[in-house]
């Protein structure tokens, strides 16, 4: 699918942060247009965080835009006014959980926190929990329930606004199957309602079920895309990276990322930009 | 702000280490001074009374409300230091401060609603433990409250504000290097220096000396020195502080 500009909600243009001397993402461009899901696989450590951190953010880039369109225009992140961010939910690493509160008055405070009236994040609250369902432990304090359910009450904190621009970083990786499945209806529900929605993941199968675009990242660059509902993803996703760390197979790739990763991330320029649609 | 208030409030609320502190402040001082003063008349020329002595600035509701105004100087800001530390640092040390990006409520607005709500639970703290002074002094035998405590009364409330009011910089200490115990460190190391300054007889006019020092804690002669303008530099601390903290949570990224 190809993605047409003018329609991006969330915009990366040129981004690039390094942590150090570490570059952490090298000058990407990556755009989030309505009704689509956007998928970003990659190895530990390819700047999949990082850059949702960016279009969130949350750190600021070294070098290029990541703008938000609000009001028809793009604006750029750092000058957003506050108001806008009422259209974006997200989950980034750790879910908005404090152990103190209940699953209900988590959802609550975060739906407040996006905007919402006391009356209106009250019904929203009660009507996500269901759908995420989280009803049985609806009155538990959040420090009592497994990591998977306090992923589902993050992702919970994310969508209970029904937000315009939706970025979750590796959603399912705590969850099991039925969590899986609960999360990939929310997404795809999302999306077919018209959200832009943006996830990691390491379940290339996954997103290969959901998405409509899949992104991969390596090192902070772009290096490639995977088609969206192909076959033998993973055989693809590998070779890109072979390629990319010009090895052959996954043992050398082994040694090569261990042995060469500080050199090459050193050299790497961020001024090289990855554009992909 | 007010989304901000209502969170941060019902975070504080429900929060275990807000309660300990509460429940330590409100009981402790209190029954202590009472116990104290109690035990100081029923043992009167003996060797608790003895040690006792030092530390009660007179008998009857003067020389209760004396003696909590000096727990209060000291436990206020320890229990209120505490809370404020753990409430800004627990967002860097639980993961949560990413959460708070990307919002319609702005991060100040959470950091301003944080310090609002804190410095509202400590005068409620403050007001409790001074309230029940007063009860636990008729309970023991002192009559009902005369001119002397309800002037006692009044200086153990003004002590434990400002003690409340010089925690707030501590929000600044446990954001910045991102954790509570950070914030905790530098309360133990405010404490010390407090000590330290209070020796070399720069006094009153180092901001967290003059409340202890009017509460009578260094003798009554010592606290007929400290002046009003000593006690009130507790204010522009906490101004100065929340101003700091608010303007750091507005800039501050993800690390």
Known sequence: MTATPALALLRADGVAKRFGDEPAVAGINLDLVAGE????????????????????????????????????APVEVAHVPATAWRAVGHLVETPFTYAELTVTETVRSAARLHGM???????????VIDELALRHWASRRTRTLSLGNRQRVGLACALVHH????????????????????????????????????VSSHHLDEMARIADRITVLHRGRVIGSLPPGGTDLERLFFEMVYTAEGVTDEETLAGVTSDRATRDLATSNPATETEVH | MGAALAVEGLKLRK????????????????????????????????????????MLQGTGWTGLMGFVGQILSIGMLLAVGVVVSWSFGREFTDGTFGSLFALPTPRRDVAMAKIVVLVHWGLDVAVTAV??????????????????????????????????????????????FRGYLPGIAA????????????????????PYSAPGMWSGMGGLELAATVTPVQLLLAVPVAVVGAAATVWWWDRAEVV
């Not at chain 1, 009236?117 to 009507?127: F, I, M, P, R």
């Not at chain 2, 002037?151 to 925690?167: H, Y």
């Not at chain 2, 309360?187 to 180092?206: E, H, P, R, S, Y």
């Open chain 1, 163 to 198: 937000p315009d621009v939706l970025v979750l970083d590796e959603p399912t990786n705590a969850l099991d199957p039925a969590g899986v499945l609960l999360v990939r209806r929310r997404l795809l529900d999302a999306a077919a309602r018209g959200a832009a929605v943006l």
């Open chain 1, 37 to 72: 899901i956007h998928a970003l696989v990659g190895l530990n450590g390819a700047g999949k965080t990082t850059l949702m951190r960016l279009l969130l953010g949350m750190v600021r880039p070294d070098a290029g835009h990541v703008t938000l369109r609000t009001d028809g």
């Open chain 2, 187 to 206: 309360l133990i190391g405010t404490i010390m220096v407090t000590q330290v300054i209070t020796i070399t007889g720069v006094g009153a006019w180092f």
């Open chain 2, 131 to 176: 309230a029940l002074t007063l009860v636990l002094g008729m309970a023991t035998g002192l009559g009902l409250p005369d001119a002397a405590a309800w002037s006692g009364a009044g200086k153990a409330l003004v002590i434990a504000v400002l003690s409340v009011l010089l925690a707030v910089p501590l929000a600044w200490f446990a954001s910045v």
């Open chain 1, 117 to 127: 009236t006391a009356d209106d994040a009250g019904a929203a609250a009660e009507q």
């Open chain 2, 15 to 54: 929060a275990t280490a807000a309660r300990v502190a509460a429940i330590a402040i409100v009981v402790v001082a209190p029954a202590m001074g009472a116990g104290f003063l109690a035990a100081a008349r029923s043992d009167i020329d003996g060797p608790l009374a003895a040690k006792i002595a030092p």
